[in-house]
């Protein structure tokens, strides 16, 4: 049995006619990190305030370390939350905040609790600031007290609702280390929510993408480059074309021609990812740039393929399936009207049947 | 320095109007209560006469005690249904909108109904009576116009305990939730939580409610010049009987008890900007 297994959850908000969250099912393994990640309201912080206790399923089981946890208050459960404010007490010191549980519920003698707390400053790099005000330190250092405050409790799960969105792009990612860290330090299995992408990959060991409130796809993050569920996920980590296609023996079949990939025969959506784009010059397809945007490191194109350079008719494709959109390096610049000719590489495909 | 300076212009017309607005019938009231009722000044006689009358500590102490008990009792009650009505029922809507209407009934309508709610004549008093609990209306506890001032309290409580109410329940439904489940998920249970987390979080606004409140249940007439007791006549209704008395000869008594009101409207106002001021600072 694994750590956190969630089992057929399903919650419904009144006056909401669908479920926010339907039929969910989810394990977790001890000390891992589980990313839950999606757009705005498809569910995860619901989950996550399902598993704290902070809102009651309608239906579906939740346990934790092996024992059931449905029914129980919030402060009965193995868990801490740190939320996306970091929900500090301002009229307490930075120690005091950090000691919270244990000198409410008298859990410690005087001199442990001085003894964690100082161990908590010294592990989130607080050494110096456990006399301050917590209002006269910085957003990152006030998502670390609440950190800190939350592994204070010593929880068998900490959960993260989106604890670095309100930092700024340079804070988020020392904390992103930071929480790696402290999770691979103490062991502590986390599961932590965030519709960004690039936090998901940087922090999860593996990642729960939600959509409508159901799971869309779980895996390791690179799953989600190579064989993506399904064509919302796909889109989601950044594959933009689609194509019709037909798989038989291994072999998918489309407009832009035939492609060895290990899929399940049958007609389906060809997904290509816009680095799938290789032979630049020397290709066999040929297509006309219709824009370029320059992306930093690299440049994406929108390409008309020449029809007279695809395998099968172009009858085929839906209007704009004969449109792609590739990048490539910028060491070599595309105008728009240029041709472009190039093949396509199928390890970066993936066959959505 | 210009910009501080046109500031400085465009408010100071509004400031001068509020001060002429509000000094200057102080003003004339402070110096009228030192004057007898031919204008002929007297230094401090009138506020000894006053001071040592025992019919105006009397009225002090009733209107104090009155004041107070009504704030307590709405300030309390308003905490409970402000923790009532943030929990999801059926019936939330309704509850909050009868919340909030009774905000708009005049205190004089509210007191007339008391009248013919639970006066010795009112409908609850007969129904008593048909009910065969009392034999007779004169039975019925004595609760409009009673020198304990009953029904002066709990028209106040019924007024005030949604006013206060709402101001708390904003804050209740704001961010004391969120520092409540915060709480909750760190292992705090119920009782320590409603005492380390909401209520420091309410306190400010609930005082700063209540103390409004005082002042308001402190200087109202309407309500005590109908629900009032005739053995202990609330200061505003005193106030007014003695200016308007025939003879002039209190009119001096009837200006001292107004700056007396006054100093103790003037306290309480600077009580609640203390409170406002502290409220603020702890809110940033």
């Not at chain 1, 000691?99 to 908590?120: H, K, V, Y």
């Not at chain 1, 980590?237 to 407009?255: D, P, Q």
């Not at chain 2, 200057?24 to 000894?48: H, I, K, R």
Request: hydrophobic content about 45%; aromatic content about 8%.
């Amino acid at each position: 049995m694994s750590f956190l297994t969630i089992d057929g959850l399903t919650k419904t908000y009144r006056g909401n006619a669908e479920p926010t969250i339907c039929e969910l099912d989810l394990e977790v393994e001890q000390g891992e990190i589980v990313v839950l990640l999606g757009a705005s309201g498809c569910g995860k912080t619901t989950t996550l305030r399902l598993i704290a206790g902070l809102e009651q399923q309608d239906r579906g089981s939740i346990s934790i370390d092996g024992d059931c946890v449905d029914g129980l208050r919030a402060e009965k459960r193995p868990i801490a939350m740190v939320f996306q404010k970091a929900l500090l007490f301002k009229n307490m010191t930075v120690a005091e905040n950090i000691g919270f549980t244990p000198r409410l519920n008298r859990s410690m003698s005087r001199q442990e609790l001085a003894r964690r707390i100082d161990e908590m400053l010294a592990l989130m790099r607080l050494e110096g600031l456990g006399e301050r005000k917590v209002t006269q330190i910085s957003g990152g250092q006030e998502q670390r007290v609440s950190l800190a405050r939350a592994l204070m409790t010593n929880p068998k799960l900490l959960l993260l609702d989106e604890p670095l969105s309100a930092l700024d792009a340079e804070l988020r990612v020392s904390m992103r280390e930071h929480i790696r860290l402290v999770n691979r330090k103490l062991g502590t299995t986390m599961l932590f929510v965030t519709h960004d992408q690039e936090e998901a990959l940087a922090l999860g060991d593996r990642i729960a993408m939600m959509f409508d409130g159901r799971l869309a796809q779980y895996g390791a993050p690179e799953e989600f480059f190579t064989r993506p569920a399904s064509r919302q996920v796909a889109s989601f980590f950044g594959w933009k074309n689609f194509v019709k296609a037909e798989c038989r023996l291994k072999v998918a079949s489309c407009a832009f021609g035939r492609f060895a990939l290990d899929c399940p025969d049958g007609v389906g959506v060809l997904a290509i990812r816009p680095e799938a784009a290789c032979n630049i010059g020397t290709g066999v397809l040929q297509g006309v740039v219709l824009s370029a945007t320059f992306k930093g490191t690299s440049f994406s194109y929108r390409v008309r393929i020449d029809e007279r350079t695809l395998e099968q008719t172009s009858n085929d494709c839906e209007p704009g399936e004969l449109e792609l959109e590739l990048e490539l390096d910028s060491r070599e610049v595309f105008s728009p009207g240029e041709l472009l000719r190039f093949d396509l590489d199928a390890r970066r495909m993936w066959m959505l049947v | 320095m210009r910009s501080r300076l046109s500031l400085i212009g465009s408010f100071l017309p509004l400031a001068l109007l509020m001060a002429l607005a509000y000094l200057w019938p102080v003003l004339v009231t402070v110096q009228a209560s030192f004057a007898d009722d031919a204008g002929v000044f007297v230094g401090a006689q009138n506020y000894e006469d006053t001071l040592t009358s025992y019919y105006f500590i009397d009225s002090l102490l009733f209107s104090l005690k009155v004041s107070l008990v009504s704030t307590l009792v709405s300030m309390i009650l308003a905490v409970v249904l402000a923790l009532a009505l943030r929990e999801t029922f059926v019936g939330k809507k309704l509850a909050l909108f009868i919340c909030q209407y009774n905000l708009s009934v005049p205190r004089m309508a509210a007191a007339m109904i008391m009248v013919f709610l639970i006066s010795q004549t009112g409908w609850l008093s007969s129904l008593a009576h048909e009910m065969g609990i009392y034999d007779s209306a004169a039975q019925f506890p004595f609760w409009v116009y009673d020198a304990g001032g009953v029904g002066l309290i709990t028209v106040f409580v019924w007024k005030f305990t949604p006013y206060i109410c709402m101001s708390v329940l904003g804050i209740l439904q704001g961010a004391s939730l969120e520092y409540e489940h915060q709480a909750a998920t760190l292992g705090i249970g119920r009782v320590k939580r409603f005492v380390h987390v909401v209520l420091p979080s309410i306190i400010p606004a609930t005082a700063v409610a209540s103390i409004l409140v005082f002042a308001a249940s402190f200087g109202d007439y309407e309500v005590p010049a109908i629900l009032g007791s005739a053995q202990s006549r609330p200061l505003s209704v005193m106030v007014y009987l003695k200016y308007l008395d025939p003879h002039l000869r209190d009119r001096p008594e009837a200006f001292v008890i107004m700056v007396i009101m006054t100093l103790v409207l003037m306290a309480i106002i600077v009580t609640y900007w203390l409170c406002a001021t502290r409220s603020e600072r702890n809110a940033s």
